[in-house]
T-cell receptor, first 112, second 110 residues
C-alpha cells in the first residue's frame, strides 16, 4: 500500500528543546516537501527536496532544517523550537516534475 | 510567496445543493490543483488542471482553469454530507513547488 508516514503524530514540547519530525514514503518518489498549516493561512511550504542531497527553501523556512540522505526519508528538524512554531505539519511526496503531491497524516506540534 | 485569494472562506449549505468556490492570483501560471482535507487527515488531490481553459470533472466535481491563467473554480453538484471538509486551491510553480489558498470550509446540513 502506497504510504506517507509521519512520526510523531502529536507532540507537546518546550521552547528550545530540539526535536525531529520524521517523514517516510514507500512510493519511490523523488520529490518530498514539508508544509505547515495554520488557521486562515492555508498550507505554507517550509522546505522541499528534489532528490537525495538536494534541498531548497520554501516560503517559510526560518527556524527549520531538513536533510535528505535517503530517498525514502525527509526529516524536519527544529533546532530551537519557539511558540510561533506551534502548528500542524504535513509531509508530502510526488514523482519528479509533478504537482500531484500525496500528503501524510500530519503532526500536531505544540511548543510552550 | 505569492498569495492565492480563495473565496468564500466558509459555506453552510443544505444537502442536495450545488456549491461553487473560486481562486484568483495576481500572476499567471501553468497549473491549478484542487485538494480536499477531511478532519484529522492530510489533503487529498481532487483535480489537477494543466491548460488554460481546461474543464475537468471527477464525479460530482468539476473544475476549470481560467482562460487568463489567473483563476480557477471548483463546483460540487448535489452535495452530500461526506462533502464536508476544507477545500484548497493550489498553484504549481517551478520544480513542483506548491502555493496554497487559504481554504474554503464546507459544511453540509442533512
Amino acid at each position: 500500500e502506497a504510504q506517507v508516514t509521519q512520526n510523531p503524530r502529536y507532540l507537546i514540547t518546550v521552547t528550545g528543546k530540539k526535536l525531529t519530525v520524521t517523514c517516510s514514503q514507500n512510493m519511490n518518489h523523488e520529490y518530498m516537501s514539508w508544509y505547515r498549516q495554520d488557521p486562515g493561512l492555508g498550507l505554507r511550504q517550509i522546505y522541499y527536496s528534489m532528490n537525495v542531497e538536494v534541498t531548497d527553501k520554501g516560503d517559510v523556512p526560518e527556524g527549520y532544517k531538513v536533510s535528505r540522505k535517503e530517498k525514502r526519508n525527509f526529516p524536519l528538524i527544529l533546532e530551537s523550537p519557539s511558540p510561533n512554531q506551534t502548528s500542524l505539519y504535513f509531509c508530502a511526496t510526488s514523482q519528479r516534475v509533478s504537482y500531484e503531491q500525496y500528503f501524510g497524516p500530519g503532526t500536531r506540534l505544540t511548543v510552550t | 510567496g505569492q498569495q492565492l485569494n480563495q473565496s468564500p472562506q466558509s459555506m453552510f449549505i443544505q444537502e442536495g445543493e450545488d456549491v461553487s468556490m473560486n481562486c484568483t492570483s495576481s500572476s499567471i501560471f501553468n497549473t491549478w490543483l484542487w485538494y480536499k482535507q477531511e478532519p484529522g487527515e492530510g489533503p487529498v488531490l481532487l483535480i489537477a488542471l494543466y491548460k488554460a481553459g481546461e474543464l475537468t470533472s471527477n464525479g460530482r466535481l468539476t473544475a476549470q482553469f481560467g482562460i487568463t491563467r489567473k483563476d480557477s473554480f471548483l463546483n460540487i453538484s448535489a452535495s452530500i454530507p461526506s462533502d464536508v471538509g476544507i477545500y484548497f486551491c493550489a498553484r504549481g510553480t517551478s520544480y513542483g513547488k506548491l502555493t496554497f489558498g487559504q481554504g474554503t470550509i464546507l459544511t453540509v446540513h442533512p
